[in-house]
């Protein structure tokens, strides 16, 4: 059975930071691209990061120079350190890992919420 689980979410005030981990079981992780998506209140899904399996990296222009994808394949885990957060960063925050073209697997989602 393959599970995704994020955890790390949690209340932050403007320009603080957190760091969000996606623990993976079930699957070869070390073989499967993991990105980041966060959903705004009331908003779609929108992608804001990646790591491929070798380890290239891609965000979205919004988060570049604040927050960092990262993983461990030894631990089958990735991580997303968030850096100077600002209120619109606040949403829901979900991993997904991918392989090939398949349709991939999601994690349940983890709640961030940047207010002072």
């Known amino acids: 059975q393959v599970q995704l689980v994020e955890s790390g979410g949690g209340l932050v005030q403007p320009g603080g930071s957190l760091t969000l981990s996606c623990a993976a079981s079930g699957i070869t992780f070390s073989t499967y691209r993991v990105a980041w998506y966060h959903q705004a209140p009331g908003k779609q899904r929108e992608w804001i990061a990646s790591?491929?399996?070798?380890?290239?990296?891609v965000y979205v222009d919004s988060v570049k120079g604040r927050f960092t994808i990262s993983r461990d394949n030894a631990k089958n885990t990735a991580a997303l350190q968030m850096n100077n957060l600002k209120p619109e960063d606040t949403g829901v925050y979900y991993c997904?890992?991918?392989?090939?073209?398949?349709?991939?697997?999601w994690g349940q989602g983890t709640q961030v919420t940047v207010s002072s």
């Open positions: 790591i491929l399996a070798i380890g290239n990296t």
């Open positions: 997904k890992a991918t392989v090939g073209a398949t349709g991939g697997y």
